[in-house]
């Protein structure tokens, strides 16, 4: 089949890189425009565009995805399906009926459960034993479409979003193609999605990761990771200042009792109290540096007996 890929972050390149080895044909690739990155802020292009630069492939990237000249354009390539993973945009409704068999979206979740732009954030934040991803296709309603087929993927105790969305991007990239092959010989049909169950991601901000001490460990803890690497856990140091968090790490039994926020300074590692067992930091980074083990940090701040970190509540 002739394929139009819809993708912008690295997450999307098993995916394309997948189609491109495939027996079909990308003709072409949209992506969101080339944005400010890193510290200089310089616009940059996507990794979806370079990758498709690189092999050769039309790269398009329209401020809007309501520009009329995309339109005309997807329309001129005579494409028979265009698969999508995290593009980044809503389509509208004048592309979606564009090509043969429509836009069919890899999605990180077993929907209908998180529906949105961070299902696997929110998938470790709730404490979901078991995730999955689907491929469907998209209609007008927010990841409401009918569904061609699923994966699932355990949820591993020590998994931040990023270990999670690394994995099942890749194991996501043979679902999106096995979906496409099964398009292609007209062995497939989407199944309407079941009417129990929806549940939905939106996409976590900065202040999502700001960390509440008073909440039990395993909140703590579970925040962090679905937080990592984006938007970033935090927390504030002792003198008010931003400190960035890494995981942290859940503690046996025989712990002693800290106030919620509350740090001990071990030789080996840092304690921070919660509104149940204290956890172990892992590593941390101030304002403006990069990050260290929490014990570093704690031996050259030289905290006082007593000093705590962030919000309680």
Not at 138 to 152: A, H, K, S
Not at 160 to 174: E, F, I, K, P, V
Not at 234 to 246: F, I, N, Q, S, V
């Amino acid at each position: 089949m002739r394929l139009l890929f819809a993708g912008t972050p690295e997450v999307a390149l098993p995916a394309l890189d997948a189609l491109i080895d495939s027996p079909h044909e990308v003709v072409a690739v949209l992506t969101r425009p080339d944005a400010p990155a890193g510290r200089g802020r310089r616009l940059t292009a996507s990794p979806v565009k370079e990758r498709a630069l690189a092999a050769g492939i039309e790269v398009l990237s329209p401020a809007s995805a309501r520009d009329p000249e995309l339109a005309a354009r997807i329309a001129a390539l005579e494409i028979d399906c265009a698969p999508v993973v995290a593009y980044g945009a809503m389509l509208p409704p004048t592309l979606l009926d564009l090509p043969v068999h429509g836009w069919v979206n890899l999605h990180f979740s077993l929907l209908p459960a998180w529906r949105g732009a961070a299902p696997v954030q929110h998938a470790v934040l709730a404490g979901d034993e078991v995730t999955g991803a689907t491929t469907f296709r998209i209609e007008e309603g927010l990841d409401t479409g009918p569904v061609f087929g699923t994966l699932t993927e355990t949820v591993r105790r020590r998994d931040t979003a990023g270990d999670l969305l690394d994995r099942l991007s890749r194991a996501g990239a043979g679902l999106l193609l096995a979906t496409l092959d099964g398009l292609a010989d007209s062995s497939l049909v989407a199944v309407p999605q079941p009417s129990d169950g929806a549940s939905h991601a939106p996409r976590l901000t900065t202040q999502d990761g700001q960390v509440r001490w008073g909440h039990p460990a395993l909140a703590v803890d579970r925040r962090v990771r679905a937080c990592t690497p984006a938007p970033g856990a935090w927390t504030t140091a002792p003198d008010g200042a931003r400190l960035k968090l890494g995981p942290v790490r859940l503690l046996d039994d025989d712990v002693p009792a800290l106030a919620p926020g509350e740090l001990l300074v071990a030789r080996t590692q840092v304690l921070v109290g919660t509104g149940t067992d204290p956890v172990a930091l892992g590593e941390v980074a101030p304002a403006g540096r990069r990050m260290m083990p929490a014990a570093d940090w704690a031996r050259g701040a030289r905290w006082e007996a007593g000093a705590r970190l962030g919000e309680v509540s």
